[in-house]
C-alpha cells in the first residue's frame, strides 16, 4: 500500500498551479452519452475518479481515449447498464442515472451504497426522475428505470444537492419541453455542466441561482469544453501555503467561486491577494481562531472543512467548526489528535483549542478531504509524518507531492506500507 511521507516545518514558497475542477469533469464526461458522435473534455484532471468514469462510460458501450489533461469520448452502442463493481468505487456514478434515461428510454443503475462521510442517498434524483416521467423500480440493490421520452415538469428538491440538480438538468435536456428545477445547487460546477448543455443545444438559464429552467432539445450534439480551474484543489493549497507559512502563488485560482474561503482565511490573519490569473497567499505571522460553518454554495464547503479545521489547530484561541452537510465528517478529528492536536466534537461541531506544535506520526483517513487535512499538518507537524491510503489523495489531488514538492515541501510516495 502507498502512504505520503512528509518531514513538516518547512515554509512554502514558489508557484503552484491549479488544475481542472474534478466535480466538474465527471458530471460533464457523462453527458457525453447524451449524444451520439465524438466529444472532447480540455483541462481535466489526472485522477483516480476520472479513470474510474471513463471505465464506466466504456462498460456502457463508449470508446473513450483518457488522456488527462484530454479526454475523448467518442461512439459505441450503448448497454444502459452501470454494475455494483463500478458505482461501489465511486458514488459520483450515479450521473450516468439522468442522461440514459434520457436517452435510452430505460437504465439499470446500482445503487451506490454505503459512504464514509454520510448515508447520501438518492432519492431526490429518482424522485426528479419519476416526476419528468421515468418509471423506477428499486431490485435487488438496482435503481431500474422504464420511460417513453421524458416530459418537462417541475421539481422541487426538497434540498440543494449537487448531483442531483446536474442529473435533473441533464435529463430535461432531451425531455420535451420546458423543466423549471426550484432550490437547486448553486454550485460552480453546476454551472459548468449548464454551459457544456447549452454547447450540446439545449436551452438551460438561471444555472447558479436556486431556480433553473431548461428547454429540452429532440438531439443534442456532441461538444468540445475545457474544464474549469477545482475550486477545492485551489483552497487546499490556500490552506497548506497558510498553515506551513511562506509566499505562494497559486495560478489558476477561480477566485469569485472562493470567495467564503478567502473570506475566513483573511480573518484568521492571512495576506490574500489577487496577483494575474492567481492570488498570492502570504502568512508569516501569528493565525487568530475563527468560526466557520459549512453550508451550500457560496457558504463555506464542506469540500474545505477538513483542511480548515486542520489550520485552527494552529491559532490562537478556540475555534468552532460546524458541519451541516454530511453527518460523518469529523474523520480527520482522531487523527489529528493523535499527532497532538485540542478538538473535541460535540455532535455537529468541533470545537478546536490551540496547540504549541503537532507530532508527526503515522495517519490514515477514509476520505479525500481528511486525507488532505493530514497531509496539511504533516506541513507543519515536529518530524515525520507518514499519511497512509494515499488512494483517497489520488482521487481529488493531481500531483500532490510533486506540487507540494516544488513549493519546497519535503514530501515523497513510499510504498510497501502493510495494509
Ligand atoms: N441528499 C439527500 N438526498 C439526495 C441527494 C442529497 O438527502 O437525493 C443530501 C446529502 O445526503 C447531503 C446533502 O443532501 O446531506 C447534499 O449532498 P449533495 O447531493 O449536494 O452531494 P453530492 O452531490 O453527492 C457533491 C460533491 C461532493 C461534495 C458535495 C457537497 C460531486 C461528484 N461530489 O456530492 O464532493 O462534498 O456535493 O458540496 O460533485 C469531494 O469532492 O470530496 C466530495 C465529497
Known amino acids: 500500500m502507498d502512504g505520503i511521507q512528509i518531514v513538516g516545518g518547512k515554509p512554502l514558497h514558489g508557484t503552484v498551479r491549479i488544475s481542472g475542477a474534478k466535480n466538474a469533469a465527471l458530471p460533464i464526461m457523462c453527458a457525453t452519452l447524451l449524444s451520439d458522435g465524438e466529444s472532447m473534455l480540455r483541462n481535466v484532471p489526472a485522477l483516480r475518479d476520472i479513470g474510474t468514469t471513463a471505465d464506466l462510460l466504456r462498460t456502457l458501450g463508449r470508446e473513450v481515449e483518457d488522456a488527462p489533461p484530454e479526454v475523448r469520448v467518442g461512439g459505441g452502442e450503448v448497454t444502459p447498464e452501470a454494475p455494483y463493481e463500478l458505482v461501489k468505487r465511486m458514488r459520483a456514478s450515479v450521473l450516468v442515472l439522468g442522461p440514459l434515461v434520457a436517452r435510452y428510454g430505460k437504465a439499470k443503475v446500482s445503487l451506490p451504497g454505503g459512504c464514509q462521510i454520510g448515508t447520501r442517498p438518492v432519492d431526490q434524483h429518482l424522485k426528479g426522475l419519476e416526476i419528468l416521467g421515468a418509471k423506477i423500480r428499486i431490485e435487488k440493490g438496482y435503481i431500474i428505470s422504464e420511460s417513453g421520452r421524458l416530459q418537462g415538469g417541475e421539481v422541487v ?47 438551460v438559464s438561471g444555472a447558479g441561482t436556486g431556480v433553473i429552467q431548461i428547454v429540452g432539445a429532440d438531439e443534442l450534439a456532441p461538444f468540445d469544453h475545457a474544464i474549469i480551474s477545482d475550486r477545492i484543489e485551489a483552497g487546499t493549497y490556500m490552506v497548506a501555503a497558510a498553515a506551513a507559512g511562506g509566499n505562494v502563488l497559486i495560478e489558476a485560482v477561480p477566485v469569485d467561486t472562493l470567495e467564503a474561503v478567502i473570506a475566513k482565511l483573511r480573518a484568521a490573519g492571512v495576506t490574500m491577494e489577487p496577483d494575474g490569473n492567481g492570488l498570492r497567499v502570504v502568512r508569516e505571522g501569528r493565525l487568530q481562531s475563527v468560526d466557520v460553518t459549512t453550508s451550500p454554495h457560496p457558504g463555506f464547503p464542506t469540500d474545505m472543512q477538513a483542511q480548515f479545521l486542520m489550520l485552527m489547530c494552529l491559532a490562537e484561541g478556540t475555534s468552532r467548526i460546524s458541519e451541516t452537510i454530511f453527518e460523518n465528517r469529523f474523520m480527520h478529528v482522531p487523527e489529528l489528535g493523535r499527532m497532538g492536536a485540542d478538538i473535541e466534537v460535540q455532535g455537529h461541531t468541533a470545537f478546536v483549542r490551540q496547540v504549541d506544535a503537532l507530532e508527526g506520526t503515522t ?32 482521487r481529488g489531488y493531481e500531483h500532490i507531492e510533486e506540487k507540494l514538492g516544488a513549493l519546497g515541501a519535503d514530501v515523497a510516495r513510499v510504498s510497501g506500507l502493510d495494509a
Open 157 to 203: 428538491f426538497d434540498m440543494p444537492t449537487v448531483t442531483g440538480t446536474e442529473n435533473l438538468m441533464m435529463a430535461a435536456a432531451l425531455a420535451q419541453g420546458r423543466t423549471t428545477l426550484v432550490n437547486c445547487a448553486r454550485e460552480p460546477e453546476v454551472v459548468e455542466v449548464a454551459r457544456v448543455l447549452n454547447k450540446m443545444g439545449a436551452r
Open 363 to 394: 495517519v490514515m483517513a477514509t476520505d479525500l478531504r481528511a486525507s488532505a487535512s493530514l497531509v496539511i499538518a504533516g506541513l507543519v507537524a515536529r518530524g515525520e509524518t507518514i499519511v497512509r491510503r494515499v488512494y483517497h489523495l489520488d
